[in-house]
């Protein structure tokens, strides 16, 4: 599904109603009633509930009118908080402003004079509906806006947001100042990014899309954006001949580990079996070798020249070239350490690896400061890389609050300028490919903050690649499916208990669900 920032569904709407003919009242009007569908869902569609519509001078707020028209009609007790001069709404606002004022539907204008009253009214109501500001906020709120805001998150009431949170950036999901804390989210047409990023994610609760008329040919023209889906995904799951054997479904070769995290080592090599890679070898240093055969029963392990300290060194280099011709791809980095001549042969193998990486972790760190990643040549083979923020901050010169500051952006703007497949990790994992497309994921929660999660992740996306995906594809459906066995076992063990060989273990589960069509998504399109 695609996913728009607030600009290009300003666009979609002015295309909509200047090219194809549909009337804005009719978009507004068909906003409204499913806003009113889903209030009315919501309260049990039991007659006399007391419904409070606060709203701005925009067209949200117009929503927020049509909206009022249709729960009165069905019996509801709706008061509207208008928070601007009628004076200054805008024309189809307007317009549902004075059909409201015919039907009876009691209309308040809001000062801050008014504020202790509005107080108390909505502390007494059943469900608030936000139609303040909407996508078009720019900056921090300010004024009664503002106040109002932070009145609405006090009184502790249900809330509905029209669109977006009032107060959030439809396009980043930053918050500059008060923002609406919603229980559920309708938004229009189609979902926009700030929903899905945080700390946006956070104030939207259960997001709902609602469908308003516009075209899908339309919707789907309008940006490089989109959202993860189970639906989406099922289609890169090649089915499994039954003829098939071991050699028929790839070879991954994994390079990590050192002394004291020989575990990031098999989890990687874990990961990427589950996913369905048919074999899988293990490159670790020599001494780590009696233990790891011990520890990774299914995968096959290679010992390798290692330094003083234990870890790779660059005398394992001709080994790893000579292994290199028979692998489908390369996970390269849990684990590895971080010393300057692991770095040398970190360098080394990607200026001369041909097959598709996997870069992950003690692999990122190693080439922050060489600019390898800008000057592999054409002939090096596809790059994924995943860096969590504070990788990313290394890779980028930059810090981690301005990766956080907008992490589509970052990872687009990475994807770019290292010519990768870039998965930023975290609370919803973006996945930028190098044509500026991007994907934000939905699966995972907090339970997955733990060590090793991510070098699950990384072998996942290798044991993709080597069943047959590109290396987008490979991120894309990693990424989800790693996130949905988080779920699955966050269900099970709870988030303080999780660890990253229980989330391993929820693999084949989730990559069920995906293949039954099982998958229940945190958002809902409404028809």
């Given at each position: 599904?695609?996913?728009?920032t607030?600009?290009?569904?300003?666009?979609?709407?002015?295309?909509?109603?200047?090219?194809?003919?549909?009337p804005?009242?009719?978009?507004m009007?068909?906003?409204?009633?499913?806003?009113?569908?889903v209030?009315?869902?919501?309260?049990?569609?039991?007659?006399?509930?007391?419904?409070?519509?606060?709203?701005?001078?925009?067209?949200?707020?117009?929503?927020?009118?049509?909206?009022?028209?249709?729960?009165?009609?069905?019996?509801f007790?709706?008061?509207?908080?208008?928070?601007?001069?009628?004076?200054?709404?805008?024309p189809?606002?307007l317009?549902?402003?004075?059909?409201c004022?015919?039907?009876?539907?009691?209309i308040?204008?809001?000062?801050?004079?008014y504020?202790?009253?509005?107080?108390?009214?909505?502390?007494?109501?059943d469900?608030?509906?936000?139609?303040?500001?909407?996508?078009?906020?720019?900056?921090?709120?300010?004024?009664?806006a503002?106040?109002?805001?932070?009145?609405?998150?006090?009184?502790e009431?249900?809330v509905?947001?029209?669109?977006?949170?009032?107060?959030?950036?439809?396009?980043?999901?930053a918050i500059?100042?008060?923002c609406?804390?919603?229980?559920?989210t309708?938004?229009?047409?189609?979902?926009?990014?700030?929903?899905?990023?945080?700390?946006?994610?956070?104030m939207?609760?259960?997001?709902?899309?609602?469908?308003?008329?516009?075209?899908?040919?339309v919707?789907?023209?309008?940006?490089?954006?989109?959202?993860?889906?189970?639906?989406?995904?099922?289609g890169l799951?090649?089915p499994?001949?039954?003829?098939?054997?071991?050699?028929?479904?790839?070879?991954?070769?994994?390079?990590?580990g050192?002394?004291?995290?020989?575990?990031?080592?098999?989890?990687?090599?874990?990961?990427?079996?589950?996913?369905?890679?048919?074999?899988?070898?293990?490159?670790?240093?020599?001494?780590?070798?009696?233990?790891?055969?011990?520890k990774?029963?299914?995968?096959?392990?290679?010992p390798?020249?290692?330094?003083?300290?234990?870890?790779?060194?660059?005398e394992?280099?001709?080994h790893i070239?000579?292994?290199?011709?028979?692998?489908?791809?390369?996970?390269l980095?849990?684990?590895?350490?971080r010393?300057?001549?692991?770095?040398?042969?970190?360098e080394?193998?990607?200026?001369?690896?041909?097959?598709?990486?996997v870069?992950d972790?003690?692999?990122?760190n190693?080439?922050?400061?060489?600019?390898?990643?800008?000057?592999?040549?054409?002939?090096?083979g596809?790059?994924?890389?995943?860096?969590?923020?504070?990788?990313?901050?290394?890779?980028l010169?930059?810090?981690v609050?301005?990766?956080?500051?907008?992490?589509?952006?970052?990872?687009?703007?990475?994807?770019?300028?290292?010519?990768?497949?870039?998965?930023?990790?975290?609370?919803?994992?973006?996945?930028?490919a190098s044509?500026?497309?991007?994907w934000?994921?939905?699966?995972?929660?907090v339970?997955?903050?733990?060590?090793?999660t991510?070098?699950?992740l990384?072998g996942?996306?290798?044991?993709?690649?080597?069943?047959?995906?590109?290396?987008?594809?490979?991120?894309?459906?990693?990424?989800?499916?790693?996130?949905?066995?988080?779920?699955l076992?966050?269900?099970?063990f709870?988030?303080p208990?999780?660890?990253?060989?229980?989330?391993?273990?929820?693999?084949?589960?989730?990559?069920?669900?995906?293949q039954?069509?099982?998958?229940?998504?945190?958002?809902?399109?409404?028809?």
């Amino acid at each position: 599904m695609k996913l728009l920032t607030a600009a290009e569904m300003r666009a979609i709407d002015t295309k909509v109603i200047r090219e194809i003919g549909i009337p804005s009242l009719v978009l507004m009007e068909n906003a409204g009633r499913q806003v009113a569908e889903v209030a009315a869902d919501f309260l049990g569609r039991h007659h006399g509930r007391k419904v409070s519509i606060v709203v701005g001078k925009g067209n949200n707020g117009g929503d927020g009118f049509v909206a009022a028209r249709y729960l009165h009609n069905r019996g509801f007790r709706v008061r509207v908080f208008l928070i601007a001069p009628s004076k200054e709404l805008s024309p189809d606002a307007l317009a549902n402003y004075h059909i409201c004022g015919q039907l009876g539907i009691d209309i308040q204008e809001v000062d801050e004079q008014y504020l202790s009253k509005l107080r108390f009214a909505l502390s007494l109501t059943d469900l608030i509906i936000d139609g303040i500001l909407g996508t078009g906020i720019e900056g921090p709120t300010r004024g009664l806006a503002r106040d109002v805001i932070l009145l609405i998150n006090d009184v502790e009431r249900s809330v509905l947001a029209i669109d977006v949170p009032s107060g959030l950036d439809a396009t980043t999901g930053a918050i500059a100042g008060s923002c609406i804390r919603a229980d559920i989210t309708v938004t229009l047409a189609a979902p926009k990014i700030g929903l899905f990023v945080y700390p946006g994610a956070d104030m939207a609760g259960t997001v709902l899309v609602a469908n308003i008329g516009i075209p899908p040919m339309v919707l789907d023209s309008g940006g490089a954006g989109n959202l993860l889906t189970a639906q989406g995904l099922k289609g890169l799951m090649h089915p499994r001949p039954s003829a098939g054997h071991k050699g028929t479904f790839g070879h991954v070769l994994v390079l990590a580990g050192s002394v004291g995290m020989t575990g990031a080592a098999a989890l990687a090599a874990r990961g990427a079996l589950v996913a369905g890679a048919g074999l899988v070898s293990l490159g670790i240093p020599h001494s780590l070798n009696d233990i790891m055969e011990i520890k990774t029963t299914e995968a096959m392990t290679i010992p390798l020249p290692e330094t003083a300290e234990r870890a790779l060194s660059m005398e394992a280099l001709p080994h790893i070239r000579q292994r290199l011709p028979q692998m489908e791809a390369l996970v390269l980095g849990p684990g590895l350490g971080r010393l300057l001549s692991t770095g040398g042969l970190v360098e080394a193998i990607l200026q001369e690896v041909t097959c598709p990486v996997v870069l992950d972790a003690d692999g990122l760190n190693l080439v922050a400061e060489t600019g390898i990643l800008e000057t592999r040549t054409t002939e090096s083979g596809p790059l994924v890389i995943t860096p969590h923020p504070g990788e990313m901050a290394r890779l980028l010169g930059s810090s981690v609050k301005d990766i956080q500051r907008d992490r589509v952006e970052v990872a687009v703007t990475a994807a770019h300028r290292f010519s990768c497949t870039v998965v930023l990790k975290g609370a919803g994992t973006v996945i930028a490919a190098s044509d500026g497309q991007f994907w934000v994921n939905t699966t995972g929660n907090v339970g997955m903050a733990t060590g090793g999660t991510g070098d699950v992740l990384a072998g996942v996306i290798g044991g993709c690649i080597a069943g047959g995906m590109d290396v987008t594809e490979a991120a894309r459906f990693g990424v989800y499916v790693h996130g949905l066995a988080g779920d699955l076992a966050l269900a099970e063990f709870g988030a303080p208990s999780l660890l990253a060989g229980d989330l391993a273990g929820k693999l084949p589960q989730a990559l069920q669900l995906i293949q039954r069509e099982e998958v229940t998504e945190r958002w809902i399109y409404l028809e």
